[in-house]
T-cell receptor
Framework: GENVEQHPSTLSVQEGDSAVIKCTYS??????FPWYKQELGKRPQLIID?????GEKKDQRIAVTLNKTAKHFSLHITETQPEDSAVYFC?????????????FGKGNQVVVIP | SQTIHQWPATLVQPVGSPLSLECTVE??????LYWYRQAAGRGLQLLFY??????ISSEVPQNLSASRPQDRQFILSSKKLLLSDSGFYLC????????????FGSGTRLTVV
């Protein structure tokens, strides 16, 4: 099955700097890649996603890039703020497999230092 | 709009006691439903998923079970809890037959003492 890995496991950044989290996936047939943000004690929430027919997607201060050849995708957070501190999960799925089940990475802890 | 309800929010249970967590989805039909467990500071472990009434797939062997008695109701159960069952339990749903993300419930924090 699909295997998704995230790096680094923990990332500390100064407020106002940018943060980048990278995920790699193993199945070249995967075509949907969402990112989830989980604040302490709360549920994971979808913050942005990308499909394999595009290379980049932006939503205000966050963006996701996809490199299908290298089988990796990255989350970019610009002008980080304390409220960006959370665990971020990447995931991947492909249509028709296991009814579109997502394979999640293990998560990255992002700490924004004021 | 679709909403997902999960209860209770917190639960403290003694070892050996039974467990029943419930999850319901509103505003959609025929959803895929999932139960995840998250140990403190760890990732999301898929326990069960269901693509329809009475259809349950188990991802890991354990003393937990799941049932889907109605289209939008998903129940996680145990006959006898273990200390290792402690964790944050999350229910989630997704659109069946489509490649979209999941929406998670608010979670149940279970502590087995």
């Amino acid at each position: 099955g699909e295997n998704v890995e995230q790096h680094p496991s923990t990332l500390s950044v100064q407020e106002g700097d940018s943060a980048v989290i990278k995920c790699t996936y193993s199945d070249s047939a995967s075509n949907y890649f969402p990112w989830y943000k989980q604040e302490l004690g709360k549920r994971p929430q979808l913050i942005i996603d990308i499909r394999s027919n595009v290379g980049e997607k932006k939503d205000q201060r966050i963006a996701v890039t996809l490199n299908k050849t290298a089988k990796h995708f990255s989350l970019h957070i610009t002008e980080t703020q304390p409220e960006d501190s959370a665990v971020y999960f990447c995931a991947a799925s492909k249509e028709g497999y296991g009814n579109n089940r997502l394979a999640f990475g293990k998560g990255n802890q992002v700490v924004v230092i004021p | 709009s679709q909403t997902i309800h999960q209860w209770p929010a917190t639960l403290v249970q003694p070892v050996g006691s039974p467990l029943s967590l419930e999850c319901t989805v509103e505003g959609t039909s025929n959803p895929n439903l999932y139960w995840y467990r998250q140990a403190a500071g760890r990732g999301l472990q898929l326990l069960f998923y269901s693509v329809g009434i009475g259809q349950i797939s188990s991802e890991v062997p354990q003393n937990l079970s799941a049932s889907r008695p109605q289209d939008r109701q998903f129940i996680l159960s145990s006959k006898k809890l273990l200390l290792s069952d402690s964790g944050f339990y999350l229910c989630a749903w997704s659109v069946r037959g489509a490649n979209y993300g999941y929406t998670f419930g608010s979670g149940t924090r279970l502590t087995v003492v």
